[in-house]
């Protein structure tokens, strides 16, 4: 059974940092592409940063601002995420498949950036 559990979310001022962690399970980490989406109220549920197949990919909204990296001996993912601004609040998702980062979702963190 594939398990994503988040965590490191919470309260932060804008222009604060945040690490989001996600520890996986459940599936073949190395050949899996791993990564976050986000959900902001009211909004469709959008890809944040993504790696597959050795690449990263990241959304045009957090370029230079959002590091997302793995240890792949721990079957762990980060989200390293700095210059934090209003427009990021969202509830955060590990996710994770064999082809993309979708078809296995967490529970979710809540990110809350205030101005």
């Not at 986000?38 to 990263?56: L, N, W």
């Not at 995420?81 to 609040?89: Q, R």
Request: glycine share 14%; net charge negative; hydrophobic share 30%.
């Amino acid at each position: 059974e594939v398990q994503l559990v988040e965590s490191g979310g919470g309260l932060v001022q804008a222009g604060g940092s945040l690490l989001l962690s996600c520890a996986a399970s459940g599936f073949p980490f190395d050949d899996y592409a791993i990564g976050w989406v986000r959900q902001a109220p009211g909004k469709e549920r959008e890809g944040v940063s993504c790696i597959s197949d050795g690449y990263r990919y990241d959304a045009d909204s957090v370029k230079g601002r959002f590091t997302i990296s793995s240890d792949n001996a721990k079957n762990m993912v980060y989200l390293q995420m700095n210059s934090l601004k209003p427009e990021d609040t969202a509830v955060y998702y590990c996710a994770a498949g064999p082809t993309g980062c979708y078809g296995h979702w967490g529970q979710g963190t809540q990110v809350t950036v205030s101005s």
